[in-house]
């Protein structure tokens, strides 16, 4: 790819030729290449000089004509397509292959759309922490979106060299990464202190790689000289794009920028860091200017972020629904933790420190009666939290819970995590199990595991004869099959945010007289016409049970925008104030003789608290856990299969006694039955076992050990530095 027609182009004071022909005049000397001759060349195409407008209708029609050849989703990607022909009309507008102008803009569309999307569309939520585990084991994306940019990334090397491809795709799949980090991110409190992450953080977010080799790198030619420059560009691109998302990201109030965060982490005084970085700025001001004129910012927070709603608006302020003056609000499942959370990460600096404060500062004297929170992540509820949070002293409104382990958790679900739902289950506010069930729509566990985590929960509470709350989405046959096998026909169940078939809604109802169907704020969306389609199909018949639920802090109802003053585009999460948005909705759609008050009544009689059950340990569930236990131990014994073995080549080779904490890596010589090669009869797994036994001795799951010792394997093989990885 040749990076400009131009022959001759003056920099510096002094004419110079362009990077092009400059190579060809070297006659093949590659090492006569000088990296500031790469950078004056590139410094050169974002010149303000002769600078071509960012409008490019050519190259808009043809962009639009290949994504809907392509069958791309033009009503979610139209915008960002268009941002995508803009940095390409623009910053590389001397390309002059059509299909890598295409390619480039196509790229920048996705990775816009993710920065935009993630993690405000529930859809996409799920699917872009899965995102590189299906690329790399090229597996098909259940997210048409999120598959498109699969498919689009590996054609990246049809378009460039092998190495420069290599940056492209890593910088792509690090940003992907990043977005994950952010939201996870966002439950926790913001902690930015260390100079040193922030900048790491930077460099992954703002994929400076993939649009610094879009502009330099040719598909062939030497690679190690054309490296060198990358630092430098790098750190260019990424300084104009810090400069402007302070100033579009502060002006909106947010300050998950990195100036901002380099001057938490750097001095206490916030303005002499902004007056030091502004006068840094100026050094740069003709480039920065460049940017600044086409609305263009490469990598990370490239997009307008919308403003955030007043403090007060989404709090104390909040508006009461009418129906609320006769009709009390319980909000069926909610997730606590998540929305406040969430409302620290959007109001950093909002009154409401602690979970109790927020709840009672937003609910109190709005109508709130009961919320019933849901513990379902065993990487959360095994802290204790949930303990903390039922003991706890709430303020004018009744706080009740559930536990269980999601579908998206059934591969967690292990003794210990059983042990601690039993345990929940015995408080006096659990007034149930849950949420539990299967989900085939993304499968972050696999579906035989969620099959038989399902299975184990249902038994423990029919058991116990407590209520069980079921998630179950795109797994209809399963979930009536399982069901129907454990659970006794009058056993109190809730399908929690119901999306699926009316059909299999209506068959649930008829089987089990005291199951409940939960809406949530979601039957309000187009893209969901299956909930709708149930409430008007029950409204017809004698089984007219409704949960009213919020699933906080997703889903907030559409409706609930119309009595917002001022109006707002979108709010940053939901809560229990919404629900009577969701009942005036589901009365609409119910029909002739309902109203707000009607629904809010009817799914208040379908919360009748069950009376507290005696959750002692049993002799059956004794023995089920002495038996789970053998299970654990004869893997064990099966991991100690080739001990000699191992422990026979560490003496051989190093001379050193061997530690009796080696015997739980010996299955490592399993290695040949799993199609490896010989040379794991080398010494390559005993490198495997020196790394994981004494560096990573504190992991209790013995197959993450064993793949930790084969990657250290396969690295020594190829040679690869390693630190990463570790």
């Given at each position: 790819?040749?990076?400009?027609?131009?022959?001759?182009?003056?920099?510096?004071?002094?004419?110079?030729?362009?990077?092009?022909?400059?190579?060809?005049?070297?006659?093949?000397?590659?090492?006569?290449?000088?990296?500031?001759?790469?950078?004056?060349?590139?410094?050169?195409?974002?010149?303000?000089?002769?600078?071509?407008?960012?409008?490019?209708?050519?190259?808009?029609?043809?962009?639009?004509?290949?994504?809907?050849?392509?069958?791309?989703?033009?009503?979610?990607?139209?915008?960002?397509?268009?941002?995508?022909?803009?940095?390409?009309?623009?910053?590389?507008?001397?390309?002059?292959?059509?299909?890598?102008?295409?390619?480039?803009?196509?790229?920048?569309?996705?990775?816009?759309?993710?920065?935009?999307?993630?993690?405000?569309?529930?859809?996409?939520?799920?699917?872009?922490?899965?995102?590189?585990?299906?690329?790399?084991?090229?597996?098909?994306?259940?997210?048409?979106?999120?598959?498109?940019?699969?498919?689009?990334?590996?054609?990246?090397?049809?378009?460039?060299?092998?190495?420069?491809?290599?940056?492209?795709?890593?910088?792509?799949?690090?940003?992907?990464?990043?977005?994950?980090?952010?939201?996870?991110?966002?439950?926790?409190?913001?902690?930015?202190?260390?100079?040193?992450?922030?900048?790491?953080?930077?460099?992954?977010?703002?994929?400076?790689?993939?649009?610094?080799?879009?502009?330099?790198?040719?598909?062939?030619?030497?690679?190690?000289?054309?490296?060198?420059?990358?630092?430098?560009?790098?750190?260019?691109?990424?300084?104009?794009?810090?400069?402007?998302?302070?100033?579009?990201?502060?002006?909106?109030?947010?300050?998950?920028?990195?100036?901002?965060?380099?001057?938490?982490?750097?001095?206490?005084?916030?303005?002499?860091?902004?007056?030091?970085?502004?006068?840094?700025?100026?050094?740069?001001?003709?480039?920065?200017?460049?940017?600044?004129?086409?609305?263009?910012?490469?990598?990370?927070?490239?997009?307008?972020?919308?403003?955030?709603?007043?403090?007060?608006?989404?709090?104390?302020?909040?508006?009461?629904?009418?129906?609320?003056?006769?009709?009390?609000?319980?909000?069926?499942?909610?997730?606590?933790?998540?929305?406040?959370?969430?409302?620290?990460?959007?109001?950093?600096?909002?009154?409401?420190?602690?979970?109790?404060?927020?709840?009672?500062?937003?609910?109190?004297?709005?109508?709130?009666?009961?919320?019933?929170?849901?513990?379902?992540?065993?990487?959360?509820?095994?802290?204790?939290?949930?303990k903390e949070l039922a003991d706890g002293k709430w303020e004018g409104i009744q706080y009740r819970f559930v536990i269980g382990v999601?579908?998206?958790?059934?591969?967690?679900?292990?003794?210990?995590?059983?042990?601690?739902?039993?345990?929940?289950?015995?408080?006096?506010?659990?007034?149930?199990?849950?949420?539990?069930?299967?989900?085939?729509?993304?499968?972050?566990?696999?579906?035989?595991?969620?099959?038989?985590?399902?299975?184990?929960?249902?038994?423990?509470?029919?058991?116990?004869?407590?209520?069980?709350?079921?998630?179950?989405?795109?797994?209809?046959?399963?979930?009536?099959?399982?069901?129907?096998?454990?659970?006794?026909?009058?056993?109190?169940?809730?399908?929690?945010?119901?999306?699926?078939?009316?059909?299999?809604?209506?068959?649930?109802?008829?089987?089990?007289?005291?199951?409940?169907?939960?809406?949530?704020?979601?039957?309000?969306?187009?893209?969901?016409?299956?909930?709708?389609?149930?409430?008007?199909?029950?409204?017809?018949?004698?089984?007219?049970?409704?949960?009213?639920?919020?699933?906080?802090?997703?889903?907030?109802?559409?409706?609930?925008?119309?009595?917002?003053?001022?109006?707002?585009?979108?709010?940053?999460?939901?809560?229990?104030?919404?629900?009577?948005?969701?009942?005036?909705?589901?009365?609409?759609?119910?029909?002739?003789?309902?109203?707000?008050?009607?629904?809010?009544?009817?799914?208040?009689?379908?919360?009748?608290?069950?009376?507290?059950?005696?959750?002692?340990?049993?002799?059956?569930?004794?023995?089920?856990?002495?038996?789970?236990?053998?299970?654990?131990?004869?893997?064990?014994?099966?991991?100690?299969?080739?001990?000699?073995?191992?422990?026979?080549?560490?003496?051989?080779?190093?001379?050193?006694?061997?530690?009796?904490?080696?015997?739980?890596?010996?299955?490592?010589?399993?290695?040949?039955?799993?199609?490896?090669?010989?040379?794991?009869?080398?010494?390559?797994?005993?490198?495997?076992?020196?790394?994981?036994?004494?560096?990573?001795?504190?992991?209790?799951?013995?197959?993450?050990?064993?793949?930790?010792?084969?990657?250290?394997?396969?690295?020594?093989?190829?040679?690869?530095?390693?630190?990463?990885?570790?």
């Amino acid at each position: 790819m040749k990076v400009s027609s131009r022959t001759k182009c003056a920099i510096n004071g002094r004419e110079t030729q362009s990077w092009a022909s400059y190579f060809g005049s070297l006659g093949g000397h590659l090492l006569a290449f000088d990296v500031s001759d790469i950078l004056r060349d590139f410094l050169h195409h974002f010149d303000t000089t002769d600078m071509p407008s960012v409008s490019d209708t050519t190259l808009q029609d043809l962009c639009f004509s290949e994504a809907g050849r392509r069958g791309y989703s033009i009503d979610v990607l139209s915008p960002r397509l268009v941002f995508g022909v803009h940095i390409v009309a623009s910053a590389y507008h001397f390309v002059e292959n059509n299909n890598t102008k295409v390619f480039i803009a196509f790229v920048t569309m996705f990775l816009a759309y993710l920065d935009d999307a993630y993690p405000d569309e529930p859809d996409i939520l799920i699917g872009v922490a899965k995102f590189t585990e299906l690329f790399g084991s090229s597996e098909h994306h259940p997210n048409k979106v999120l598959n498109d940019f699969s498919d689009l990334l590996n054609e990246t090397y049809s378009h460039f060299g092998e190495v420069a491809a290599d940056f492209i795709v890593h910088a792509c799949l690090t940003f992907v990464t990043t977005r994950v980090l952010e939201v996870q991110g966002s439950t926790e409190e913001p902690v930015h202190k260390d100079e040193e992450y922030v900048l790491y953080l930077r460099g992954m977010s703002g994929i400076p790689e993939a649009f610094a080799i879009f502009i330099i790198f040719p598909r062939k030619l030497p690679y190690h000289v054309y490296v060198q420059a990358l630092p430098f560009i790098r750190q260019h691109i990424n300084f104009t794009n810090d400069v402007l998302s302070f100033y579009k990201e502060e002006y909106a109030g947010e300050t998950g920028n990195l100036i901002s965060l380099l001057a938490e982490a750097r001095v206490s005084d916030g303005n002499f860091h902004f007056r030091s970085m502004l006068r840094l700025a100026s050094c740069h001001r003709v480039h920065l200017r460049f940017f600044a004129t086409t609305s263009i910012a490469m990598g990370k927070n490239n997009k307008k972020k919308s403003s955030r709603p007043p403090h007060d608006l989404m709090t104390s302020a909040f508006p009461q629904h009418a129906s609320t003056s006769k009709s009390t609000i319980i909000d069926t499942h909610t997730h606590l933790l998540s929305t406040f959370a969430l409302y620290r990460s959007k109001y950093p600096e909002g009154k409401y420190e602690t979970a109790f404060d927020f709840v009672e500062g937003v609910y109190a004297g709005k109508g709130v009666e009961t919320i019933v929170d849901v513990w379902c992540e065993p990487e959360v509820f095994m802290r204790g939290t949930w303990k903390e949070l039922a003991d706890g002293k709430w303020e004018g409104i009744q706080y009740r819970f559930v536990i269980g382990v999601h579908p998206h958790e059934a591969k967690s679900y292990t003794p210990a995590v059983e042990s601690e739902i039993l345990t929940a289950l015995s408080h006096q506010s659990c007034v149930g199990l849950g949420e539990i069930g299967l989900d085939y729509h993304y499968t972050l566990s696999p579906p035989d595991v969620q099959q038989r985590v399902f299975a184990q929960q249902l038994r423990i509470a029919v058991d116990r004869g407590i209520p069980i709350t079921v998630h179950t989405r795109e797994a209809e046959e399963d979930t009536e099959r399982i069901m129907k096998e454990i659970v006794p026909k009058d056993h109190r169940v809730h399908i929690h945010c119901f999306t699926d078939t009316a059909s299999f809604g209506l068959r649930l109802l008829e089987y089990f007289p005291n199951l409940h169907i939960g809406v949530t704020g979601v039957v309000c969306y187009a893209t969901n016409l299956n909930t709708a389609e149930l409430l008007k199909q029950m409204s017809a018949t004698d089984n007219k049970r409704i949960l009213l639920e919020t699933d906080a802090p997703y889903m907030v109802p559409a409706n609930v925008y119309d009595a917002l003053e001022p109006k707002q585009s979108r709010l940053p999460f939901s809560h229990s104030l919404m629900i009577p948005w969701t009942a005036e909705f589901v009365a609409g759609v119910m029909g002739e003789g309902w109203d707000t008050e009607r629904v809010l009544d009817l799914a208040r009689e379908g919360v009748k608290r069950p009376s507290h059950v005696d959750l002692s340990m049993t002799l059956a569930s004794t023995s089920l856990k002495r038996k789970r236990w053998l299970e654990v131990l004869d893997g064990y014994r099966f991991c100690c299969w080739t001990t000699s073995y191992i422990l026979s080549q560490l003496e051989r080779n190093t001379g050193h006694e061997c530690h009796s904490f080696l015997i739980l890596e010996g299955r490592l010589e399993e290695a040949p039955s799993r199609g490896c090669s010989s040379n794991w009869f080398n010494l390559s797994p005993v490198l495997g076992v020196l790394i994981v036994a004494p560096s990573y001795r504190f992991l209790e799951n013995t197959d993450v050990k064993v793949h930790i010792a084969v990657v250290v394997v396969y690295l020594d093989e190829i040679d690869v530095p390693t630190n990463q990885a570790y």
